[in-house]
């Protein structure tokens, strides 16, 4: 029955597609075109809750396994085992847990778009493109072996082109260009571009996993790396192009430029690429390799360093953003960047737990700024709000705890994920109190910018015209998924208390077996908890608390020392304003010449 429904996840959503791309134009019915393009990925949901749910009562060594479903390339050149990759599906308790955030997830946010994309020309185009999405993503964390999951890869970041781009005639700010003198078109073409960037450094890791290796099988790979010791050179080096390829998906420093101007697509896009697709691909696929980066202590300190820089560094852009959704996507940057500190400090789990609750609380603040941005017929400029939480309640109250969740308010989820990668970056073997410090740092601004946006957007005096704009709460089809996402990001965290705070993180030891080769070779030092543990918790939840209270401060009571701050630190304020210049630096350096060398070079030696 299991091996049955393992393949049906991928195939439902996938007849999605085809029917809605197939078919979906001449179908006049919305609500059909909705109820099939969200059916399916419900569809695939419960399929994945029935494998889980099965997975509980067996024994630890019965929930690995592979679903073959048939080989895809196999290469003879005289050894009959040179190199064969197959379609076949890995069951574990990683691959279950990201199925059900994809595709639970992913129903809501499909659900929403019902009622958001209502009365759009290329409604049936939408729900085809967000249904490949889904595929695309449940062939990355499902894969078993490296190909499969790069097929993947490259398909999310195909379908992202497709999204982001979608209102292909509409005008956006895009990085370091004056508002409205780009199309999202440029918008879609920047994030594929850096993209395949990223996805050069994972090619490479694969040739070299071949070369090294002879497989690109997880199983054969893995195994055979577990009995390498740490510091093998080609091993390091194979971590540290998959974390190239990482930074590009995930949004990391260097490559993190594309992530803000993809809100150009519909908010629903901007949802399921943050919350449950494209951006988690690269903290599940660095998740997976574990093996590789106990092996190469120096790719794991890349990896930390990396993380814990963006973290802070995107939030202090995220702090001058006026673009509802901008503030949401340097936000996002900054998170992943939690993530990968995780990473870096071998808390693995922890990472993936954080994975989980961001996706719950990221999709209801995107999907809440949607509402707002429909209420305000199409406005996403937080100076011109305000005083919304009236005449949307619903919005303002789901849209406050996820505000409340990512600031890492106790005793919802973003708290115990949030919290649990903190002390692990200042207690892990492989941590410091620096990586501390920074963390901590980030999470103060995320705090404080997240209450910046909540106090301007929903709180005060409007700043729009009220004789022509009346906001309004959404439609059913888009409370519902608030609500539901809502709750999730109050309860989600509770799998993962930690003991200090008298729990059994059942999440961290459902991962444990996923993580069992890398936690051996990298042989981490038990560190018990005490008055250190509560201290630092103490402090964190204390910067958040002063975060939000300075937001609500100063940008309800006392804008008169906001606006006196941007005068006396002008400088600082205009580098935060246009984003440290990186994109124009981009342009410069990069871009520029590469255009110039086409056209004044390449084109006059192939013009015939």
């Known amino acids: 029955m299991v091996t049955t429904l393992v393949p049906l996840i991928v195939v439902f959503p996938l007849a999605g597609f085809l029917f809605l791309g197939l078919f979906g134009s001449r179908i006049k019915n919305e609500g059909l075109i909705g109820a099939i393009g969200s059916g399916v990925v419900g569809l695939s949901f419960l399929s994945a809750g029935w494998i889980f749910l099965s997975m509980l009562a067996w024994e630890v060594s019965d929930r690995t396994f592979s679903v073959e479903l048939f080989p895809w390339i196999a290469s003879f050149t005289g050894n009959p085992a040179s190199f064969v990759s197959s379609i076949s599906y890995r069951i574990d308790e990683l691959s279950v847990l990201m199925t059900l955030i994809v ?52 398909g999310v970041g195909l379908c992202s082109y497709l999204l982001i781009g979608f209102w292909y005639d509409r005008k956006f700010d895009v990085g370091g260009f004056k508002p409205g003198t780009a199309s999202t078109n440029d918008a879609a073409k920047k994030a594929f571009i850096v993209n395949r960037i990223g996805d050069v450094g994972f090619l490479i890791a694969m040739f070299l996993i071949v070369d090294r290796f ?25 971590a540290l192009l998959l974390f190239f390829g990482a930074t590009g998906k995930s949004a990391q420093i260097p490559l993190y430029v594309w992530l803000p101007d993809a809100m150009a697509g519909p908010t ?43 973290a802070f560094f995107a939030g202090t852009m995220g702090l001058v953003q006026n673009d509802i959704k901008k503030v949401l996507a340097y936000s996002t940057v900054s998170q992943l960047g939690y993530m990968f500190l995780a990473m870096g400090v071998a808390a693995f789990g922890a ?21 707002v941005i429909h209420a305000m017929h199409e406005e996403q400029d937080i100076l011109k709000m305000g005083g919304l939480r009236a005449a949307m309640p619903v919005t303002f109250w789901t849209f406050l705890i996820g505000a409340l969740a990512i600031s890492g ?11 649990e990668i903190l002390w692990k970056a200042f207690s892990s073997d492989y941590g410091s109190p620096l990586l501390w410090i920074v963390g901590v ?71 444990e077996p996923v993580f069992q080769r890398a936690h051996a070779k990298l042989a981490l030092q038990s560190h018990e908890s005490g008055m250190t543990e509560y201290i630092l918790m103490a402090v964190s939840i204390g910067l958040a608390v002063a975060g939000i209270l300075a937001g609500r401060i100063l940008y309800l009571r006392r804008r008169d020392v906001v606006e006196d701050w941007q005068k006396r630190f002008a400088r600082l304020y205009r580098l935060l304003w246009n984003k440290y210049y990186v994109d ?4 410069a350096v990069i871009v520029r010449p590469t255009v110039n060398l086409s056209e004044r070079l390449l084109w006059k030696w192939f013009d015939v």
């Open 214 to 238: 002879g497989s690109l099988n997880f199983d054969f790979v893995f195994g055979a790396a577990s009995v390498l010791s740490p510091g093998n050179v080609t091993v390091f080096w194979i």
């Open 351 to 371: 990472g993936v737990f954080h994975l989980m609750t961001h996706a719950f609380f990221k999709a209801l603040l995107f999907l809440g700024s949607g509402a």
């Open 584 to 587: 124009e630096l981009y342009d």
């Open 103 to 154: 595709t639970g997830v992913g129903f809501l946010i499909h659900l929403y778009s019902i009622g958001y994309m209502h009365g759009d020309r290329g409604f049936w185009r939408f729900f085809a493109y967000m249904n490949l999405f889904i595929v695309a993503m449940l062939n990355l964390v499902l894969a078993d072996n490296f190909l499969l999951m790069f097929l993947g890869w490259e």
């Open 441 to 511: 740092a980030g999470a103060a601004l995320t705090a404080l910018y997240m209450f910046r946006l909540v106090s301007l957007t929903f709180e005060g005096a409007p700043r729009y015209d009220t004789q022509h704009v009346h906001p309004h709460e959404a439609p059913r089809t888009m409370t519902i998924p608030l609500v539901v996402l809502a709750v999730l990001s109050v309860i989600g965290g509770f799998v993962g208390i930690p003991e200090s705070l008298l729990g059994g993180n059942a999440i961290e030891h459902w991962l």
């Open 409 to 419: 308010i106790p005793p919802l989820s973003g708290f115990f994920s949030k919290d």
């Open 268 to 310: 629903p896009v901007s949802a399921l690429i943050h919350a449950a697709t494209m951006v988690t691909a690269g903290v599940y696929m660095v998740a997976r390799c574990s093996i590789f980066y106990a092996l190469a202590p120096d790719a794991l300190m890349i990896v930390a360093v990396v993380g814990a820089a963006t």
